[in-house]
């Protein structure tokens, strides 16, 4: 069954967790405002009700695309222009069917290791069922504190967006400073945009334009330590998986070695470096691999 579902601050501060920081809006306006930036493709990361630099570069984004100025702020304005994107409800009932916890793994640490499983599957239900609704797992847990995350169990979860953009991408930025992948069709008009996990100090992200190469979903990893001074000292062959290294999609640039790719921890997006490629959330990297073909143009910004 689907319901509308409305939280007072107070109500959905002790559903998400206080957080750390103060808010200049209130908690489910925040939530609001992540799950409506989702359906219009404006990523928030993980969404768990919790204002931070992956909603702000959201929301800044989806001023962009409406023209609007882009402080990065949750006024009036751009909460008007998001509900009116979205009359659907926040929210839904949803049963949890076998197919949804079927394949866990326990994953461990270290490449060597991972290299002896045959999949690279999810490791908890509620890790699984998280991932599926583009939520954080704790988020998840806190708004089902009795669920045992079971097939048959009804659970409420966030209702995202679809994976699907509705048009080719033509065009890929890759903005280093923001932190950001942004998408275009062949107008210009800027179709969604991600927080990303791209490069570091140690391992710089490429400069300069490339293309799209290919297109893997469900990717299985290889590793080469030639002219590496990290990783294992020999080559090794990881099975595919949202918990592979490189998530559960890769997109391949003509630059030798690079990608936009997936991650087995959509938490720390936007949060922490990279060996240089372009980390997304696997739904993100999955709805862009989606719309993208060989030859699409990816520049580093």
Same mark, same amino acid.
């Given at each position: 069954?689907?319901?509308?579902?409305?939280l007072?601050?107070?109500a959905?501060?002790?559903?998400?967790?206080?957080?750390?920081?103060?808010?200049?809006? !209130?908690?489910?306006?925040?939530?609001?405002?992540? &799950?409506? /930036?989702?359906?219009?493709?404006? @990523?928030?990361?993980?969404?768990?009700?919790?204002?931070?630099?992956?909603?702000?570069?959201?929301?800044?984004?989806?001023?962009?695309?409406?023209?609007? !100025?882009?402080?990065?702020?949750? %006024?009036?304005?751009?909460?008007?222009?998001?509900?009116?994107?979205?009359? +659907?409800?926040?929210l839904?009932?949803?049963?949890?069917?076998?197919? %949804?916890? @079927?394949?866990?793994?326990?994953?461990?640490?270290?490449?060597?290791?991972?290299?002896?499983?045959?999949? /690279?599957g999810?490791?908890?239900?509620?890790?699984?069922?998280?991932?599926?609704f583009?939520?954080?797992?704790?988020?998840?847990?806190?708004?089902?504190?009795?669920?045992?995350?079971?097939?048959?169990?009804?659970?409420?979860?966030?209702?995202?967006?679809?994976?699907?953009l509705? @048009?080719?991408?033509?065009? &890929? +930025?890759?903005?280093?400073?923001? @932190?950001?992948?942004?998408a275009?069709? +062949?107008?210009?008009? /800027?179709?969604?945009s991600?927080?990303?996990?791209?490069? !570091?100090?140690?391992?710089?992200?490429? %400069?300069? !334009?490339? +293309?799209?190469?290919?297109?893997?979903?469900?990717?299985?990893?290889?590793?080469?330590?030639?002219?590496? %001074?990290w990783?294992?000292?020999?080559?090794?062959?990881?099975?595919a998986?949202?918990?592979?290294?490189?998530?559960?999609?890769?997109?391949?640039?003509?630059k030798?070695?690079?990608?936009?790719?997936?991650?087995?921890?959509?938490? /720390? &997006?936007?949060?922490?470096?990279s060996?240089g490629?372009?980390?997304?959330?696997?739904?993100?990297?999955?709805e862009?691999?989606?719309?993208?073909?060989?030859?699409?143009?990816?520049?580093?910004?």
């Amino acid at each position: 069954m689907i319901f509308n579902f409305a939280l007072s601050a107070a109500a959905l501060a002790a559903v998400a967790g206080t957080p750390a920081v103060p808010q200049p809006f !209130s908690p489910d306006m925040v939530l609001e405002a992540q &799950i409506l /930036l989702d359906r219009n493709h404006h @990523s928030p990361g993980v969404i768990d009700g919790r204002q931070g630099s992956n909603t702000r570069r959201a929301i800044r984004a989806f001023e962009m695309a409406e023209g609007l !100025s882009t402080d990065g702020k949750l %006024d009036a304005e751009v909460m008007k222009r998001l509900r009116a994107s979205s009359s +659907e409800p926040l929210l839904v009932d949803y049963t949890i069917i076998e197919e %949804d916890i @079927s394949k866990l793994v326990d994953v461990p640490d270290g490449m060597e290791a991972q290299a002896a499983l045959d999949h /690279l599957g999810f490791e908890t239900a509620a890790e699984a069922l998280a991932e599926k609704f583009h939520m954080s797992q704790a988020f998840l847990e806190r708004l089902n504190p009795n669920a045992t995350f079971a097939a048959g169990d009804a659970i409420k979860v966030v209702r995202p967006g679809k994976n699907e953009l509705g @048009s080719k991408v033509a065009r &890929i +930025e890759v903005d280093k400073r923001r @932190s950001e992948v942004r998408a275009f069709n +062949e107008d210009g008009k /800027l179709l969604a945009s991600y927080p990303g996990t791209i490069g !570091s100090d140690r391992f710089p992200s490429p %400069d300069g !334009s490339m +293309e799209v190469r290919a297109v893997a979903p469900a990717p299985t990893y290889y590793f080469d330590p030639s002219g590496r %001074d990290w990783g294992p000292e020999k080559r090794l062959t990881i099975a595919a998986g949202p918990n592979n290294p490189v998530g559960g999609t890769w997109i391949d640039l003509t630059k030798e070695g690079y990608g936009i790719h997936g991650s087995p921890d959509p938490r /720390l &997006i936007g949060k922490t470096a990279s060996h240089g490629c372009v980390r997304l959330t696997n739904w993100d990297a999955a709805e862009l691999g989606g719309a993208v073909d060989q030859g699409t143009t990816v520049t580093f910004t």
